[in-house]
């Protein structure tokens, strides 16, 4: 059977002026049964809709802060570094995997980039505007669980794990604060904060807060996200 080719959006790094990959996105799809390729970043809606007419799923992966401006709110000084070519990049691969039904995967900056465009809003920064003694951003190794995540049952999380807490790893200092119409919210963790969401009108949006590119090494549940969103892909 042929491997579902699943498109992994690109890092940016403005210090060398490079787009690049973290091994944990590539390894977890590939050790699910799919291709990976790193695609480019794109301003052009044709592009975008040649990319997604090419791949087979899509895969929003962390990254810089989400520009404010997307949620229609004000950068603040807490708010970390901001990508406006990838913000434009990911919305525009997003609509076309939306336009297409195709399966959409989330990660860190992907669930915020996903509820930010689709009408919701974000904390900026977690310490000072949502603060709490739930570890949201630990030292490595990333691999280790921080915090638990209450699993709401007859969500698709639920239907994977069969768990109602789940440990899980975390490093960033954004978040959902207001989620976005459509979307459901299948994990929360200890503070309040909504950690995985998804889209029921579609046949598979599928987003968390956590990082399972870096526990799948260690991790069954870890490794049961991929290989959920790469057998949607088939």
């Known amino acids: 059977m042929k491997k579902p080719l699943i498109g992994v959006t690109a890092l940016v790094d403005y210090g060398r002026e490079s787009l690049w990959m973290l091994p944990g996105y590539f390894e977890g799809i590939s050790e699910a049964g799919g291709m990976p390729v790193m695609l480019p970043v794109v301003s052009d809606r044709d592009d975008a809709r040649g990319l997604m007419d090419t791949v087979d799923g899509l895969l929003i ?7 404010p401006e997307m949620y229609g709110d004000t950068k603040l000084s807490v708010c970390g570094e901001t990508s406006p070519e990838r913000d434009v990049s990911d ?49 490595p190794p990333y691999d280790r669980p921080s915090h638990e995540v209450s699993i709401a049952r007859g969500t ?44 029921p009108e579609r046949s598979f949006l599928f987003a968390v807060q956590w990082h399972p590119e870096f526990s799948h090494k260690t991790d069954e549940n870890s490794r049961k996200i991929f290989r959920a969103f790469v057998k949607n892909c088939i």
């Open 91 to 139: 919305v525009m691969l997003l609509d076309e995997a939306l336009r297409l039904n195709k399966p959409v995967l989330g990660i860190c900056r992907g669930i915020q980039l996903i509820n930010a465009h689709l009408g919701g809003t974000l904390y900026q920064d977690l310490p000072s505007q949502h603060p709490s003694d739930v570890c949201h951003r630990q030292a």
């Open 61 to 67: 992966a962390g990254g810089q802060d989400v520009g």
């Open 156 to 199: 698709p999380l639920w239907e994977i794990f069969r768990l109602e807490s789940l440990p899980v790893n975390s490093c960033h200092h954004q978040a959902i604060r207001a989620l976005a119409p459509g979307l459901q919210a299948m994990g929360v963790s200890e503070d309040g904060l909504v950690e995985a969401v998804y889209l």
